[in-house]
């Protein structure tokens, strides 16, 4: 005698519940799958070519400014406690640059991966809720508070090693200096800012009151309402640098956006010639034993410069190739049948 329980728990009788819809099962036959490797083969090692070709057309110039070297142009600033210290760094260009120019800082040995570092930030203060401005969450220990004992807005491990080297790039004309304009607008995600971050509001007409009761991350040398003093959009939150450096790298080894060159005389690009780039350093690294440099970049259809994602589309497609050639010769030898599979 049956079970009432087994009854009830039992599926319909249906053709979808019992599995009996129709399908289909394709027959893997010598003659689908050796046409199929070899046209795969043929596509991979196609789009293999183009990518490596274009990223070969890509113009990238890098220059690194950490200063361990006694040649370096930043040597003096590595071995000195200086405050404001700065360097520059002359290069030459031999052929049009040509627009637009990204222009990066990298860094690298610098995890910003670490689960302790990826969390330590409070989503609260960074969404503008002024409530958890003077009650920091416990996320961001130990840069919660200060030596005083007051709240650091924003706090966090984050946002107190926040890059803060700063650059300014010349053109040497003759005996003069021609200052390259450098656009920052626009260079964070579009998420981030419309979306994932806000500032507080006003308080009694003023943003800077916002923050009253609050201190800066110690490594900041101006508060987060005034981050930019030439245009109050780019301040708080939603400062531009602020949030390029707030979307963490996968890798320690990194380049973050710094500026875009597109405008004036230099919106072409960078014409031939000797400039100066003059370099703000701030930023430590040597006690980690990171590197610093600066990255001039421009773009394709694929995007930046790599040669990795063609060299693995060329790879692939050879490997493709070279197992429809082998399968072949197995098949012309041994002559399987299709009624032997």
């Known amino acids: 005698m049956k079970n009432e329980g087994e009854s009830t ?88 640059f040509t627009g637009p120019v990204f222009f990066y800082y990298g860094l690298s040995n ?20 002024t409530k958890y401005f003077k009650s920091p969450q416990d996320a961001c220990s130990p840069y919660s508070y200060d030596s005083n004992k007051t709240p650091i807005v924003p706090c966090g491990a984050i946002a107190s090693s926040m890059f803060n080297d700063t650059f300014e790039l010349y053109q040497l004309i003759n005996d003069t200096k021609k ?68 979307r963490r790298a996968a890798l320690p080894q990194f380049r973050k956006l710094y500026r875009r060159i597109t405008e004036g005389d230099y919106a072409a690009g960078l014409p031939a010639g000797n400039y100066s780039l003059s370099v703000q350093y701030n930023y430590p690294v040597l006690s980690f034993d990171g590197r610093k440099k600066v990255v001039f970049s421009n773009v394709s259809w694929m995007g930046g410069r790599n040669d990795f994602l063609g060299i693995a589309y060329l790879v692939v497609g050879s490997l493709c190739v070279v197992m429809s050639v082998v399968m072949l010769i197995v098949y012309a030898k041994f002559k399987f049948s299709d009624d032997d599979a």
């Open 9 to 96: 728990e039992r599926p319909d009788n249906t053709a979808f519940t019992q599995q009996r819809l129709p399908a289909w099962q394709p027959i893997l036959s010598a003659g689908i799958v050796i046409p199929g490797f070899l046209v795969i083969g043929l596509a991979f090692i196609g789009i293999g070519i183009a990518l490596f070709l274009t990223s070969q057309t890509i113009q990238v110039l890098e220059m690194d400014y950490t200063g361990v070297e006694k040649d370096s142009a930043c040597f003096r600033c590595t071995i000195q406690s200086i405050q404001n210290c700065s360097c520059e760094i002359t290069f030459s260009l031999s052929s049009l």
């Open 110 to 129: 610098y995890y910003q991966n670490f689960r302790k570092y990826g969390v330590s930030k409070d989503y609260y203060q960074l969404t503008g809720d």
């Open 179 to 246: 200052k390259v304009p450098l656009d920052g607008k626009g260079i964070s995600w579009w998420t981030d800012y419309n979306i994932k971050y806000r500032n507080p509001s006003f308080v009694n007409g003023s943003f800077a009151s916002a923050f009253d009761g609050t201190v800066k991350p110690t490594n900041w040398p101006k508060a987060a309402y005034e981050l930019d003093l030439k245009d109050q959009s780019n301040n708080g939150f939603l400062n531009q640098d602020f949030l390029v450096w707030m």
